[in-house]
C-alpha cells in the first residue's frame, strides 16, 4: 500500500465516460450516464456532462460548446449548444432529449468555439441498454447490487491463514458487509473458490484483486492472460462485488490499467472496478482507469488527522461526480511499513478515537464505501511480521467498537438523499444525509482544539440525538452551532 516513486507523464486517450487529449484544451466527463456510458432505454433526462478548460491564454472569445448525439447510421438525434464561462473551473453542459432512445450504440460530440473558430472536437461513445448490469455505480456515486444500493464496509486481508471460517464470522459480526483480499491475484496463487464460498456464508461480498498483474510492479509474468482466466473463473461467484485493478499504482502505469479496466469490462461487465491512489496531485489523470476511486491516507502519530480530508476531498474532485468513492483509512500501526525488526512503537497504533475519526472524515467528504487497512497487519508487533495474538486481542475490540458504529448508519448512506449544508468550521467535514424524515448530520474535528461548527440545513428542525458535542440553536431552526471537541466526531440526528 505504500508506492513511493511518482513519474510525471503526459498522454493521449479516448475513452468512455471521459475524453482527453494530448495536453488538451477541453476535457470532457460523462455524467449521465455516468457508468461506462450506459443509458436506460427509459430515461427521459437531459444527457449531462462535465467540462473542464486548460490554458485559454491564446483563445478567443466568447466560448461555446456544440453537442451532437449521433445514432450508428450517423443521424443525428439530438443537438445542443451551450455558452461557456472564460476560466478553467469544471462546467457543466446538458444534451436535451425529445424523445426515447432506442437501443443501440451512438456518439456524444463536443465541439468547443471560440468565437465562432473551431477550436476542439471530442467524442464519446453512449450505449442506450434495456439494462443495467447486476452492479454498478449509479449516478450519485453509489453502488447500486441487484436493484438495492449497497455501501461497502470493508476490510482489508492478505496472508494466509486470515479468511478461515473463524475471520470470516468474526468480520461479519462487527459489522462489516466487504472483504477485500491480496491472497488470491498473483502467479501460483490458490483456488479462490473456497474464500469466495466462505465469504458468501457470511454475507460478505468480495473485492478481488487483480493488483499484482502488470508488467510495472512483476515484469516476469503474463498478467493478462493471468487476469483472463481469474475473471472467467469467478466472475459469476454470487459474493463477488468488484475488481481491485490499482493499489498505488505510478502513472507510467496508466496505459496497463487502461488495459486491465477495458478487459474487465469485456469480460465481466456485471461487476465494476475499483482502485486506490495515494498520490493526491495526480488524482485526476487516474479518472479514465476505473469506476471507483479510493485515496489511502495513514497520518496516525506522525501527520495531522485532517490529511484525511485533505485526501478525501481531492479524490471526490477528481470523481467528477461521475465514479464511485470508496475511501481507505488507517487502523493499522504505522511503523510496521518503516523497515526493519523493530517493535512497534505504541504512539503509531491509531486509537478508538482516531480509527473512529477517519472513518467519519472519510464519509462526510463524499465516501459511498469505506475500506479499513488493515485485518493483517493488528497481528503484528515487529517489522519482522511474526504473527502474535496477543496484539491482536489487543486491537481488534476497538476495531470492531468502531466497525459496530460505523455498520449502524449503513442504511442511511444506502439509501439517504445527500442534502446541501452550509458549514463553517475551519475546513472540517460535514455532509448532511436526509433519511426516513430525519437529517443525520456527519461530522468530524480532526483537529486538536474544539471546533464551533456553524451548519446551516435547509427547513426546519429539531435536535433528536447528538454524540460529537454539545448544540444550542441560534434562529429560526436551520441554524445551528455545535461545539465539538478536539478529535471528536460521529452523527447529529435532527427530526
Known amino acids: 500500500m505504500y508506492q513511493k516513486v511518482l513519474l510525471l507523464l503526459t498522454f493521449a486517450i479516448t475513452l468512455t465516460r471521459c475524453s482527453y487529449a494530448q495536453q488538451p484544451l477541453m ?15 427509459s430515461n427521459t433526462q437531459p444527457l449531462q456532462a462535465a467540462i473542464e478548460l486548460g490554458d485559454l491564454t491564446s483563445v478567443p472569445s466568447p466560448l461555446q460548446v456544440d453537442q451532437a448525439l449521433l445514432n450508428a447510421s450517423d443521424v443525428m438525434v439530438a443537438s445542443a449548444s451551450s455558452a461557456l464561462q472564460f476560466t478553467t473551473a469544471r462546467q457543466q453542459v446538458q444534451l436535451p432529449l425529445n424523445a426515447l432512445l432506442p437501443n443501440g450504440d451512438y456518439q456524444w460530440t463536443f465541439t468547443l468555439k471560440g468565437n465562432g473558430q473551431v477550436l476542439q472536437t471530442l467524442s464519446q461513445p453512449v450505449h ?21 444500493h449497497f455501501f461497502p464496509f470493508g476490510i482489508y486481508l492478505g496472508e494466509a491463514g486470515d479468511d478461515t471460517d473463524n475471520d470470516m464470522e468474526r468480520i461479519a459480526d462487527a459489522g462489516f458487509n466487504t472483504v477485500l483480499n491480496y491472497r488470491y491475484g498473483y502467479v501460483g ?77 469485456d469480460l465481466d461487465p456485471d461487476h465494476p472496478t475499483y482502485s486506490v491512489h495515494f498520490q493526491k496531485d495526480n488524482y485526476p489523470q487516474y479518472f479514465p482507469t476505473t469506476d471507483v476511486f479510493g485515496s489511502d491516507w495513514y497520518p496516525y502519530g506522525w501527520s495531522p488527522w485532517s490529511g484525511v480530508t485533505t485526501y478525501a476531498r481531492a479524490a471526490k474532485t477528481a470523481t467528477r461526480d461521475a465514479l464511485g468513492m470508496w475511501t481507505v483509512t488507517q487502523i493499522h500501526n504505522g511503523t510496521l511499513y518503516n523497515g526493519g525488526n523493530q517493535p512497534q512503537n505504541p504512539v503509531y497504533t491509531p486509537t478508538v478515537t482516531a480509527m473512529k475519526n477517519f472513518a467519519y472524515q472519510a464519509i462526510a467528504s463524499g465516501a459511498n464505501g469505506l ?20 496484539a491482536f486481542d489487543a486491537r481488534w475490540p476497538g476495531v470492531e467498537q468502531v466497525a459496530q458504529e460505523i455498520s449502524s448508519y449503513i442504511p442511511v448512506l444506502e439509501d439517504g438523499q445527500d442534502i446541501p449544508i452550509v458549514v463553517s468550521a475551519s475546513g472540517a467535514p460535514a455532509r448532511g444525509i436526509l433519511y426516513n424524515n430525519k437529517m443525520y448530520l456527519f461530522i468530524a474535528n480532526s483537529t486538536w482544539s474544539a471546533l464551533n461548527f456553524n451548519v446551516q440545513i435547509p427547513g426546519s428542525w429539531t435536535l433528536a440525538a447528538g454524540n460529537p458535542g454539545q448544540t444550542s440553536p441560534i434562529t429560526n431552526g436551520t441554524q445551528w452551532i455545535y461545539a465539538v471537541p478536539a478529535n471528536a466526531s460521529g452523527v447529529i440526528v435532527f427530526e
Open 189 to 265: 496463487a490458490e483456488d479462490a473458490t473456497a474464500f469466495l464460498d466462505r465469504a458468501q456464508n457470511h454475507d460478505l461480498s468480495v473485492i478481488f484483486s487483480l493488483k499484482d498483474l502488470y508488467q510495472y510492479n512483476h515484469p516476469a509474468i503474463d498478467g493478462a492472460a493471468i487476469s483472463e482466466d481469474l475473471i472467467d473463473d469467478y466472475k459469476d461467484h454470487p459474493a463477488l462485488l468488484a475488481w481491485y485493478i490499482n493499489d498505488e499504482a505510478p502513472l507510467s502505469a496508466i496505459p496497463e490499467l487502461l488495459s486491465m479496466y477495458q478487459r474487465v469490462q
Open 371 to 390: 475500506i479499513f487497512y488493515s485485518y493483517f497487519d493488528l497481528w503484528y508487533d515487529t517489522t519482522a511480521r511474526q504473527k502474535s495474538q496477543t
Open 27 to 41: 476535457q470532457t466527463f460523462l455524467q449521465r450516464p455516468n457508468y461506462r456510458g450506459l443509458l436506460l432505454n
Open 128 to 148: 442506450v441498454v434495456s439494462n443495467m448490469p447486476t452492479t454498478y455505480i449509479d449516478e450519485t456515486g453509489r453502488v447500486v447490487r441487484n436493484g438495492s
